[in-house]
């Protein structure tokens, strides 16, 4: 007689899919399986890209991506959802009547507004979408703190990114994450903020380079955490030193941007990567 396995933690991703694999739906699976748990998707959008940019984006449709995630969600125990691109406003609502349905359930949302390189991946509608039926549901937001200031709708010349969190906060967010890899500081400032103000910060080396999908790794990463029974505390740090080290450990395949390495843990010193395929951070999505 077989005895059953214990089943690792299950993680729903809502995301496009990135035939780089540096970010999306690909990144969020690696991320997840990496850290012990078993990746779920529903796919939100097809993207033609390569680490160079973004040709185009192409939404599924609401209806089969709600399909996707009830047939799971009928079948399976999941313990974390990370929601990235949505891709159309339909498809935040879909998302948005999904999660609203397992309350239990903790939601990490990336709100990718723009890749690492500019191309522009949520319009305005879809922002506006995001406030009203998203962020209500989340309990983690992780923006950059370009998208920090765009979803919030602070003017550029507002001193500081605190006013930006205590509005995200206020549109229904449990806790805001803020990275500081798009500022001009020597570290990467990593701010958690709460009803009551800041919660924690993080300093990070600065590492050099330019990188595809480390918001993604990071959202990925917190879910997991979290899937696995940590507190929101614990599990925004861990997550924070695992993507440092897959940006540390990084490399480049193509023309353009590095692609962070979740896997690592994995490689005997024999099997790193040369000094010159690595490269360091700077963040990207």
């Not at 599990?235 to 695992?242: F, G, M």
């Amino acid at each position: 007689m077989t005895t059953a396995r214990p089943v690792p933690p299950l993680v729903l991703a809502f995301a496009a899919s990135d035939p780089t694999a540096g970010a999306g739906v690909q990144a969020d699976t690696l991320t997840l399986a990496s850290l012990g748990c078993h990746p779920l998707s529903a796919l939100t959008a097809v993207t033609v890209q390569d680490t160079v940019g973004v040709l185009s984006v192409h939404p599924v449709a609401a209806d089969v991506l709600e399909r996707q995630a009830r047939t799971l969600l009928a079948d399976l125990r999941v313990a974390a959802f990370k929601i990235g691109v949505l891709g159309s406003v339909d498809n935040v609502v879909a998302v948005a009547r999904i999660v609203a349905d397992h309350p239990a359930i903790p939601v990490v949302f990336d709100p990718v507004l723009a890749s690492g390189r500019g191309d522009n991946l949520s319009g305005e509608a879809i922002m506006a979408a995001m406030h009203e039926f998203l962020l209500p549901r989340t309990t983690v937001l992780t923006p950059n703190a370009p998208e920090a200031r765009r979803l919030a709708a602070c003017r550029a010349d507002e001193p500081g990114i605190d006013p930006c969190a205590q509005r995200l906060i206020a549109m229904g967010a449990q806790v805001v994450l803020i990275t500081g890899t798009h500022e001009n500081t020597p570290e990467v400032i990593n701010t958690l903020y709460g009803r009551d103000g800041v919660l924690r910060r993080d300093c990070w080396e600065r590492l050099p380079g330019s990188y595809h999908g480390s918001g993604c790794t990071l959202a990925s990463a917190i879910a997991a955490c979290l899937a696995g029974g940590a507190s929101i505390d614990d599990a925004v740090r861990a997550a924070q030193d695992y993507t440092w080290q897959t940006l540390a450990s990084g490399f480049r395949p193509g023309r353009g941007q590095f692609i962070p390495d979740r896997f690592f843990r994995m490689r005997s010193e024999g099997d790193k990567l040369a000094p010159g395929q690595r490269g360091g951070h700077r963040d990207g999505r």
